[in-house]
Structures are given as structure tokens and as C-alpha cells.
């Protein structure tokens, strides 16, 4: 089992940057990929970013790329979001799992969100 522990969300304007992170616990070993996804309110959650252990491989949503960077440092998280937008309003999941992937069902642990609000 991996434990995920978000933090980081909050009310900004649009512009404004945040920084989200994520801290692993328990057999990291065995999900060595973490990522970020989204969930906006009637909508599907949808991936982010993700990044291997090491941090060589790195993977971006087209809608977040330029934006927003993911880092990685061991068994915590980052994700550094610049020029927010209204539209990125969502709960932000961290995720970890077995396999570099965009797809959200190979992901087997999830924290439990933080909310981040964009205002226009």
C-alpha cells in the first residue's frame, strides 16, 4: 500500500501561480510513478503530469504544458503551476503507480485532493 498526501491548493486570481505537493509513504518501491491529475466539477478527472523517480522522464497534458512543471525528489512531489487560469480550477490528485502513463487506470493509490480555485 502507498499513502498520498496532497497540499498546496488555494483561492488565486487569475495569473497567479501555486504550488502543489505530494508526499508518499509506505511500499513506494512497488509504484514508482507519480503524477497529477484534475477533477473540475461535472467533469471526468483528467492527467496532468507525471514523472518517474528519477525524474528523467516527464510527461505533460497539451492544456497544461509551458505552465505548470513537475519534480520529483525521491518519494515527494511537485507541481509548480504559473499563469493560472480560470479553467484550471479543479481538485488536483496526486498519484502514484507502476507504470509511465497518462492513463488514469494504471494509477492504484490516490491522495485524497486539494482543491485550487482560479478566479477570473
Known amino acids: 500500500q502507498v499513502q498520498l498526501v496532497e497540499s498546496g491548493g488555494g483561492l488565486v486570481h487569475a495569473g497567479d501561480s501555486l504550488r502543489l505537493s505530494c508526499v508518499a509513504s509506505g511500499r513506494t518501491s512497488s509504484s514508482p510513478i507519480m503524477a497529477w491529475f484534475r477533477q473540475a466539477p461535472g467533469k471526468e478527472r483528467e492527467f496532468v503530469a507525471t514523472?518517474?523517480?528519477?525524474?528523467?522522464d516527464i510527461n505533460y497534458a497539451d492544456s497544461v504544458k509551458g505552465r505548470f512543471t513537475i519534480a520529483r525528489d525521491n518519494d515527494k512531489s511537485s507541481l509548480q503551476m504559473n499563469s493560472l487560469q480560470a479553467e484550471d480550477t479543479a481538485v488536483y490528485y496526486c498519484a502514484a503507480g507502476p507504470i509511465f502513463t497518462t492513463e488514469r487506470r494504471w494509477y492504484d493509490f490516490w491522495g485524497q485532493g486539494t482543491q485550487v480555485t482560479v478566479s477570473s
Open positions: 514523472i518517474t523517480r528519477s525524474g528523467r
